[in-house]
């Protein structure tokens, strides 16, 4: 059965930085698609970051040069470093992973205070 976890959300300041983990089971966070998204109240879910299964990066542009998407193959983990955190970033985020299906975690809040 796969499995991701979120974790790291929490409160900042403004300017502040967060490192959100992705903890997998079940599946090679290495080898598949993997992607952050975020949904803030009342609005759709959007895409954050994606990384491809050869390691090439995409981003919104809202969080690029800001935002930092890796994984551990090791750790079975991926991660969003977030840093120059904005109001505007607060949102639940959410972790993805494209295997035979498509695969979320349940999300971890990110509230950025002004």
């Known amino acids: 059965q796969v499995q991701l976890v979120e974790s790291g959300g929490g409160l900042v300041q403004a300017g502040g930085s967060l490192r959100l983990s992705c903890a997998a089971s079940?599946?090679?966070?290495?080898?598949?698609?993997m992607e952050w998204h975020r949904q803030a109240p009342g609005k759709q879910r959007e895409l954050v970051a994606r990384i491809s299964s050869s390691d090439a990066t995409n981003y919104a542009d809202s969080v690029n040069g800001r935002f930092t998407i890796s994984r551990d193959s090791v750790k079975n983990t991926g991660y969003l470093q977030m840093n120059s955190l904005k109001p505007e970033d607060t949102a639940v985020y959410y972790c993805y992973a494209k295997g035979r299906k498509d695969y979320w975690g349940r999300g971890t809040q990110v509230t950025v205070s002004s």
């Open positions: 079940g599946i090679l966070i290495s080898i598949v698609v």
